[in-house]
């Protein structure tokens, strides 16, 4: 099956730094969907990609749909202490009726006063 | 009000039981997941519908079964539940257009099998 390799597992950084997180994969994908994950909590859309090389920005956070349809990133800039939580990124295949939403394993970020 | 909700929100129950998940949307939206979540891994696919006709096996359907009772109704139930079903499970659903699709997904539903 295909799999995401979402790096790194886990972050500490200290209040106000950038954070940059990614996913790449042996697959293509035709949709990039970032979410974030609060404890006891279903993961909510923070960004949604589209189009190769496309770059989208959603307040403080920025995403990249790679040019080879295969990787992603999302930076988030000077980070606040409610941006802790789980990042996840999916890519998202579809073939005719058939499609898969693939999810990578999660960042976890913690921010430090 | 939530657009995707989820019941019950925990649960426990006894290996070889029975139990249903129920989710509702008022997103209008046709297509509905089930995805199980286990620590330190990202969402797996269980099954997924896109109306309510229509409904096919994900990543890891053994085990599951589903019933989409209307448009904004889509349950999961396992027939004999076993210890490592347990984990938290997430409804989602999507809106489709313009080639275009984006899930949502509910608060979950934490299951523990005894």
Redesign the interface.
């Known amino acids: 099956g295909q799999q995401l390799n979402q790096s790194p597992q886990s972050m500490f950084i200290q209040e106000g730094e950038d954070v940059s997180m990614n996913c790449t994969s042996s697959s293509i994908f035709n949709t990039w969907l970032w979410y974030k994950q609060d404890p006891g909590e279903g993961p909510v859309l923070l960004i949604a990609l589209y189009k190769a090389g496309e770059l989208t920005s959603n307040g403080r956070l920025t995403a990249q749909f790679g040019i080879t349809r295969k990787d992603s990133f999302l930076n988030i800039s000077a980070s606040i202490p409610s941006d802790v939580g789980i990042y996840f990124c999916a890519g998202l295949t579809t073939s005719g009726s058939a499609r898969q939403l693939t999810f990578g394993s999660g960042t976890q970020l913690t921010v430090l006063p | 009000d939530a657009d995707?909700t989820q019941t019950p929100r925990n649960r426990i129950t006894k290996t070889g039981k029975r139990i249903m998940l129920e989710c509702s949307q008022t997103k209008g939206h046709d297509r509905m997941?089930w995805y199980r979540q286990d620590p330190?891994?990202?969402?797996?696919?269980i099954y997924?519908s896109?109306d309510v006709k229509d409904i096919?096996k994900?990543?890891i359907s053994d085990g599951y079964s589903v019933s989409r009772q209307a448009q904004a109704k889509f349950s999961l139930s396992l027939e004999s539940a076993i210890p490592n079903q347990t984990a938290l499970y997430?409804c989602?659903t999507s809106d489709f257009g313009r080639?275009?699709?984006?899930?949502?997904?509910?608060?979950?539903t934490?299951l523990l099998v005894l």
């Open positions: 995707v997941y330190g891994l990202g969402l797996r696919l997924y896109f096919n994900g990543e997430f989602a080639g275009r699709e984006t899930q949502y997904f509910g608060p979950g934490r």
